[in-house]
């Protein structure tokens, strides 16, 4: 990164650490999507191991729900209708 002409550095050697991504970044997406996923795994879903963004949960009952992110959407199906009612209000939540 080039400092920019007319700069006075008033601080030294200090230096300001982030916490979280900004819009409009290209790291964005990628923070958001890691953001994504640790909630998806907090909520019990496994995340796949050849395709990142697609996201299983079965229940002790047989029932499976799977979600799939693509881009900006997201398509949930599953037999467990009730998981899947929760996961979209945990997700409201979250987002």
């Known amino acids: 990164m080039d400092i920019r002409p007319g700069f006075?550095?008033?601080f030294g050697s200090n230096v300001c650490k982030l916490n979280k991504s900004l819009y409009g970044f290209k790291q964005s997406p990628r923070?958001?999507?890691e953001k994504f996923t640790q909630s998806m795994k907090k909520q019990g879903y496994?995340?796949?191991q050849t395709d990142h963004t697609l996201f299983t949960?079965?229940?002790q009952d047989g029932k499976i729900d799977?979600?799939?992110v693509y881009v900006d959407?997201?398509?949930l199906t599953g037999d467990d209708t009730?998981?899947?009612r929760r996961v979209k209000e945990k997700?409201?939540?979250d987002f």
Request: glycine share 4%; proline share 0%; net charge negative.
């Open 8 to 10: 006075e550095d008033k």
């Open 31 to 33: 923070a958001w999507f």
């Open 46 to 48: 496994i995340q796949g």
């Open 57 to 59: 949960k079965f229940s």
């Open 66 to 68: 799977v979600l799939v």
């Open 73 to 75: 959407d997201i398509v």
């Open 82 to 84: 009730v998981e899947m």
């Open 91 to 93: 997700l409201a939540v």
